[in-house]
């Protein structure tokens, strides 16, 4: 490859929000050697994607992008790599694909490894450089500065992997056991944040509620670090919300919504996954909670947080899952009254246990199970909007949409919102919105002031 002034790269991220928050990792240990970040795919001579095998749609994307990507490779010179949440058996086909293929935690190496491939410049010149000097490579990563996507948004892992082991989920296979990330850490990055006048910030773990549990004691519970946040919250007397992803059923705690109720800036929203309506197929998950367990949380919310959002997601047409069961699923979601839920048609994972069931539900019938559960929501969730319409929400700006006709943020409950205005300064503030109309699954309003 050619010595250039600056070199670009093209980074592509897949998945959940942890691997977004990994990609402002990785921008950081590319922009201190001296790469330039480029949205043009063609501009770019270091391609590189983070890859998220937990879905195959996502794994599709990646074949599909490396296979242009390397016809390219007959007309100029270029540099590929893949990293991100990869199975095993995904790695074995990507590294006759890719150039490079490394995990995550690893990502400090990459300019040494592209050096292998016989680029002087700028990598030579700028190596890269941990600030922290950890010797333990999932530290090294933390400890890197990320270079956040806005100045208003932003995650802030708190964990990585997952010990839980539910049978349909690949997670556990491609980010390991669950660590936690050390609480001063947490705590010194949220209040950066906070001084930067950040307006949200995400918490970020498999199952962030387990979070310290891997310490034998040594570290705070997640309900203790949610109450040193709040206090940072109250002390410094800044409008933001904080929010976190995702809990699960097993761990979630009476004094973890407990704190949730004690600071302003902790979000009444929660994320907190069902799965399954059904007590026999979350055994076959291995979720490891019942529906009755799942009733007690929601109850708790309820009367502990009034009027929080409350988010989950689904699984349809896992293996095995009877009409009845799937019936169980929809009586679930009406009685809980969810704000929105995440509706998956299930595939089988390689290294997942169900991967070695028969996947005996047809794609038709999924695809069914899918709409019918969509419409139930649809219908609880247009419910829940149109009992806005009159009030005045708190909305937080982050954009105009696609038409650049409105103005697009959501509420503390993550209930995405629009709006007209003339003003050009309101993007990554708070504003004031009378709602106006109500959709499904979002609101319009009229700013007020």
């Known amino acids: 490859m050619p010595n250039e002034s600056h070199l670009n790269y093209h980074l592509v991220t897949l998945g959940c929000q942890m691997n977004k928050a990994d990609s402002e990792r990785f921008e950081t240990v590319l922009h201190d050697v001296g790469y330039v970040k480029t949205l043009d795919e063609h501009k770019a001579q270091l391609l590189g994607i983070l890859a998220c095998s937990v879905r195959q ?12 990507w390397n016809t390219w490779k007959n007309k100029r010179n270029l540099i590929t790599f893949v990293s991100g949440c990869i199975l095993p058996d995904d790695k074995e086909k990507f590294l006759k694909l890719f150039d490079l293929v490394f995990p995550t935690k690893d990502v400090d190496q990459l300019p ?8 002087v410049s700028p990598v030579s010149a700028r190596p890269f450089v941990n600030a922290k000097g950890s010797t333990d490579a999932l530290s090294k990563f933390w400890n890197v500065q990320p270079s956040y996507a806005n100045s208003f948004e932003a995650f802030v892992p708190i964990q990585n992997g997952c010990d839980k082991f539910c049978t349909f989920c690949a997670v556990p296979y491609t980010r390991g056991r669950e660590v ?24 970020l773990g498999q199952n962030v509620n387990s979070y310290g549990r891997d310490k034998n004691g040594s570290e705070i519970s997640f309900a203790q670090l949610l109450d040193h946040i709040g206090s940072l919250g109250d002390v410094a007397g800044k409008e933001f919300k904080v929010y976190f992803t995702s809990p699960h059923p097993r761990d979630m705690t009476d004094d973890v919504i407990d704190a949730i109720a004690g600071y302003a800036c902790l979000a009444k929203q929660l994320h907190l996954p069902l799965q399954s309506g059904d007590d026999k197929l979350l055994i076959k998950m291995n979720r490891k909670h019942s529906v009755a367990r799942y009733r007690h949380i929601i109850d708790k919310i309820r009367t502990t947080l009034p009027g929080a959002a409350i988010f989950t997601d689904l699984i349809v047409g896992f293996t095995g899952e009877t009409e009845g069961q799937f019936e169980n699923t929809r009586r679930a979601v009406r009685e809980f009254d969810f704000n929105m839920a995440y509706i998956a048609q299930y595939s089988p994972r390689p290294g997942a246990a169900s991967s070695r069931w028969k996947d005996d539900i047809p794609a038709g019938e999924k695809k069914r199970r899918f709409e019918t ?12 909007n149109a009992s806005l319409v009159g009030k005045t929400m708190r909305v937080l700006v982050t954009g105009r949409d696609r038409k650049n006709e ?6 503390e409950g993550r209930i995405p919102a629009r709006f007209v205005s ?9 504003v004031d919105l009378e709602i106006t109309s109500s959709r499904a699954f979002s609101i319009e309003g009229n700013l007020v002031n």
């Open 180 to 203: 936690s990330r050390p609480s001063q850490e947490i705590i010194d990055e949220v209040e950066k944040l906070i001084e930067n006048d950040y307006k949200s910030i995400t918490l």
């Open 406 to 411: 409105y103005y697009t943020g959501y509420t």
């Open 57 to 68: 749609k996502a794994i599709d994307k990646v074949y599909s992008r490396i296979h242009k």
């Open 112 to 119: 040494e490894l592209l050096t292998s491939y016989g680029i």
């Open 422 to 430: 003339e003003r050009d300064d309101v993007v990554g503030t708070f």
């Open 373 to 384: 559960l969509t419409k139930d929501l649809e219908k609880i969730a247009y419910q829940k």
